[in-house]
């Protein structure tokens, strides 16, 4: 019997175009990506020299005022009539799921500061007690 | 007669090779310098409701905001003088000082007076380096 060898082709990956479809990849998560962001109150934040830098975000929660006194949570604005009322009953539900919260007051300059000393209390109240005013830097 | 001779063209060639190189580059460049929206500010430890330690009275430097956004401060006498905004971290450095860390800075502001003073004097306050610093509604023991 006559066995003949067969001519084996050399297996090889073309590799060529890797980097193309890892760009191809690169661009499609680039363009897919929605950051979570909040819509938030328009507001200018107040400045401050001693501003530093919150370390756990995740665990931040943030509170938007704006100088008509207007409250928002999480993209909420809270009830008018019983604001800082709606207030506390937010913070307690998120209390429940994140128990070191912090909260963190974004609220505007020109805001009045009764407002802000009764969220504080509540806060008191309700036992998150971590607080943040949101500032900016100041540059001397 | 002018003879034509056909020139050669030369082929037109953008070199690829480097494309990677620099796709990469401006990845790395990119990625140095995105600086990401931290969060940022004044932070503070609240005392839960019913907690509330009573201070000797001396050892407790008042800070007064009136409505208009006047700034009021307690002097070692007991008594209000009216300070600037940037006079109070060396006053309060000067109390620090003088009782050796032991006093405790209470920030009084008016329901009515912009949001913007009681930051500024918490900054001052913070600048200082106040270990004790504590906000009192303006209900509590009274007001002007």
Do not use: C, H
């Not at chain 1, 819509?39 to 001693?50: D, F, M, R, T, V």
């Not at chain 2, 580059?25 to 990625?31: D, E, P, R």
């Amino acid at each position: 019997m006559k066995l003949t060898r067969r001519s084996r082709g050399g297996a090889a990956i073309p590799t060529a175009s890797m980097s193309d479809i890892a760009f191809l990849l690169i661009l499609f998560f680039m363009v897919t990506t929605v950051f979570s962001t909040e819509q938030g109150l328009k507001l200018i934040l107040p400045k401050a020299e001693a501003t530093q830098r919150i370390r756990l975000r995740r665990n931040t929660l943030n509170v938007w005022i704006d100088r008509e006194g207007r409250i928002s949570i999480q993209d909420k604005l809270m009830p008018a009539e019983t604001p800082v009322e709606a207030f506390g009953n937010k913070l307690l539900q998120i209390l429940a799921e994140k128990p070191d919260l912090v909260v963190l007051l974004r609220v505007d300059e020109n805001a009045r500061y009764g407002q802000i000393s009764e969220l504080i209390e509540k806060m008191k109240e309700v036992k998150a007690l971590k607080l943040t005013f949101a500032t900016q830097f100041e540059e001397l | 007669m002018i003879s034509f001779v056909k020139r050669k063209k030369a082929k037109a060639d953008i070199p690829t090779a480097s494309m990677a190189d620099i796709a990469f580059l401006l990845i790395v460049f990119f990625m140095t310098a995105t600086i990401f929206a931290r969060e940022k500010g004044l932070t503070m430890l609240l005392p839960e409701k019913g907690e509330e330690v009573k201070i000797a009275s001396r050892n407790i430097m008042q800070i007064l905001v009136s409505p208009t956004g006047k700034v009021l401060v307690e002097e070692e006498d007991g008594t209000l003088y009216e300070y600037r905004i940037a006079d109070i971290r060396a006053e309060v450095e000067a109390a620090l000082e003088r009782t050796n860390d032991s006093i405790s800075v209470a920030i009084k502001v008016s329901p009515l007076a912009p949001y913007s003073v009681m930051i500024d004097v918490l900054d001052e306050v913070k600048m200082a380096d106040a270990k004790r610093i504590s906000l009192i509604p303006f209900s509590e023991g009274g007001g002007e």
